[in-house]
């Protein structure tokens, strides 16, 4: 690929985020923890459970992609960028 190797580790890292599930989401990135829709998320997951670790629930939770620790250059010499797909 035209993008390996560590003199596009910091690019790499910037442009492909990780991705959050559901819960997470909920809970630390929604300002309303997920009591109000918006457009990542319709509801908050299942109280059972169930969905906490979801990254995508058709109508219900879109997926959301955020920078982290691993992401961060500057104070993780070792960051990357995250690729993901799902069924």
Known sequence: ?????????????ERFK???????????????N????DDVAQRPP???????????????YKGHFRATEKNDCESNEACTGHFMDFP
């Open 46 to 60: 299942a109280e059972d459970g169930s969905e906490d670790g979801k990254f995508f629930q058709m109508g219900s």
């Open 18 to 32: 990780r991705p959050t599930t559901w819960k997470d989401y909920c809970t630390l990135v929604s300002p309303t």
């Open 34 to 37: 997920c009591t109000i829709a």
């Open 1 to 13: 690929f035209g993008l390996q190797g560590d003199k596009n580790r910091q690019k790499l890292a």
